[in-house]
């Protein structure tokens, strides 16, 4: 079966710009997670969405948002961009929700803010 | 608060060798996995291993969730397994996966 999408897998913005990241989870999965990581952070939970709901949200400011559509799709918006932004943005796919099940995850987009 | 300790944060072999690497956990876990990510930053599922004990070939990992650590043992390592290897947790109550720093391996030919 087809694994996690995410789209683009590569980006280059401008600071002050805005950028929406798309994630595609595994079929029959309801969960999508977004994590940020960062040399010097390692791998951050950013949020995730579980039947159109957000149900846990990490330590991120409020240009970090999302969303998940009826068909399970995630995106993610950064507006605002600012350079420490640039990251590779993970997003992960699970049956349920709340981190109690195994996920997968998609292979990635990194962001560079110039 | 939640943690999730791993060690050793680097590790170097010669190819032929092998390694334990550890994750340690604050607290009960409902979930917990290992990743390979691979040099383009694809994390590649391991073990799904919240107790227990698994093998994929030349891999297993170990859980005991009652003293809270878990263990990736890779036998007769090859310069395919360089990479970092992440412990993921997700803690009873918790809501989230919270993942360790890693262990930057190098295995040499």
């Known amino acids: 079966k087809a694994g996690v999408t995410q789209t683009p897998r590569y980006l280059i913005k401008t600071r002050g710009q805005q950028v929406t990241l798309s994630c595609s989870p595994i079929s029959g999965h309801r969960s999508v997670s977004w994590y940020q990581q960062t040399p010097g952070q390692g791998l951050q939970f950013l949020f995730e969405y579980f039947s159109e709901t957000q149900r846990n949200k990490g330590n991120f400011p409020g240009r970090f948002s999302g969303r998940q559509f009826s068909n399970s799709r995630s995106e993610m918006n950064v507006s605002t961009l600012e350079l420490g932004d640039s990251a590779l943005y993970l997003c992960?796919?699970?049956?349920?929700?709340?981190?109690?099940?195994?996920?997968?995850f998609g292979q990635g987009t990194r962001l560079t803010v110039v | 608060g939640i943690q999730v300790e791993q060690s050793p944060p680097d590790l170097i072999l010669q190819e032929g060798a092998n390694s334990t690497l550890r994750c340690n956990f604050s607290?009960?876990?409902?979930?917990l996995q290992w990743f390979h990510q691979n040099p383009w930053g694809q994390l590649i599922n391991l073990f799904y291993?919240?107790?227990g004990t698994k093998q994929n070939g030349r891999l297993s990992a170990t859980t005991v969730a009652t003293e809270r650590y878990s263990l990736l043992y890779i036998s007769s390592s090859q310069t395919t397994d360089s990479g970092v290897y992440f412990c993921a947790v997700g803690f009873t109550g918790g809501f989230k996966t919270i993942f360790g720093a890693g262990t930057r391996l190098f295995v040499k030919a």
């Open positions: 291993i919240p107790s």
């Open positions: 992960a796919s699970s049956l349920s929700t709340g981190g109690t099940t195994e996920a997968f």
């Open positions: 607290d009960s876990v409902n979930n």
